[in-house]
């Protein structure tokens, strides 16, 4: 098996938040509803990190893929494009979790996208939150 390049990012959403205490307060309002237009900007960082480091498979963890707070934006739907055709997302919540389908938390997901159809599968741990984790 060759070495894969692996890219692994928590996106919290592309919501253009630093993670800085003062940058929560200041754009505290896009943990509640975040315009397709700095989603796109957050993504457009990320594509062109994607697109210098070229690595052969992108992992993401707080990724959206059309929830309420997102105005309905599939996140990995943006990313996805002829060299990185392969992919995936689905909900992170447990199948049998009420917060899958709870209107402020569905399309809150994990996912990936690859240069190369990759085998893989989804997982979910038996307890927590957040339980999707993925096996490729």
């Given amino acids: 098996m060759p070495p894969y390049k692996i890219l692994m990012s928590n996106l919290g959403y592309a919501r253009g938040i630093s993670g800085q205490f003062s940058h929560h307060v200041r754009y505290m309002h896009r943990h509640f509803y975040c315009a397709p237009a700095v989603q796109k900007h957050s993504l457009g960082q990320l594509s062109a990190l ?26 990995l739907l943006s990313l996805v494009n002829a060299k990185y055709r392969y992919f995936d997302i689905e909900n992170k919540y447990g199948p049998t979790s009420r917060l899958r389908s709870f209107f402020v938390t569905k399309g ?19 307890r927590g939150t957040k339980r999707l984790i993925y096996k490729i």
Avoid: H, L
């Fill in 50 to 75: 994607i697109a210098r480091e070229d690595p052969d498979i992108c992992c993401f963890v707080e990724i959206d893929k059309g929830s309420v707070t997102s105005a309905g934006y599939n996140q």
């Fill in 108 to 126: 809150k997901s994990n996912g990936f996208m690859a240069k190369q159809d990759f085998s893989y599968e989804r997982i979910y741990f038996y």
